[in-house]
C-alpha cells in the first residue's frame, strides 16, 4: 500500500503561485503513474494533471494547461504540482493519487488510479 502525504496548499490571490508537494511512503513510486485530482462540494472529483513514471510524459486538463506544471522527483519518492496564473475557480481541495499498477498507460479517469491522499485546500478569494 502506498501513503501520499499532501502539503503546500492555502489561501493566494488571484495571480499568484502555490506549489503542491505529494510525498509518498509505504513503496517507492518510481513505477507508477502519478496524479493531481481536485473537488469542490457538490461537485465531482475532476483531473487536473497526471505523470508517467518516469517523468517522460505529461498530461493535463485544459482548464489548467500552460498554468500548472506537473514533476517528479523518484529519488525523493515525491511529486509536485506547480500551480501559477491562480484564479478563483482553481479553489478546491487536491488530492494527489498514485496508479500502483507499474508502467500502466497514462489516463485521466480517477477509476485509474487506486491510492489516495487526503486531500489540502487551495483557496484562491475572487
Known amino acids: 500500500q502506498v501513503q501520499l502525504v499532501e502539503s503546500g496548499g492555502g489561501l493566494v490571490q488571484a495571480g499568484g503561485s502555490l506549489r503542491l508537494s505529494c510525498a509518498a511512503s509505504?513503496?517507492?513510486?518510481?513505477?507508477?503513474?502519478m496524479g493531481w485530482f481536485r473537488q469542490v462540494p457538490g461537485k465531482e472529483r475532476e483531473f487536473v494533471a497526471a505523470?508517467?513514471?518516469?517523468?517522460?510524459?505529461?498530461y493535463y486538463a485544459d482548464s489548467v494547461k500552460g498554468r500548472f506544471i506537473i514533476s517528479r522527483d523518484n529519488g525523493k519518492n515525491t511529486v509536485y504540482l506547480q500551480m501559477n496564473s491562480l484564479k478563483p475557480e482553481d479553489t478546491a481541495v487536491y488530492y494527489c493519487?498514485?496508479?500502483?499498477?507499474?508502467?500502466?498507460?497514462?489516463?485521466?479517469?480517477?477509476?485509474?488510479?487506486?491510492?489516495w491522499g487526503q486531500g489540502i485546500q487551495v483557496t484562491v478569494p475572487s
Open positions: 509505504g513503496r517507492t513510486v518510481n513505477k507508477y503513474n
Open positions: 505523470i508517467r513514471w518516469d517523468g517522460g510524459r505529461t
Open positions: 493519487a498514485a496508479d500502483t499498477i507499474p508502467y500502466h498507460g497514462l489516463e485521466d479517469s480517477s477509476d485509474q488510479y487506486d491510492s
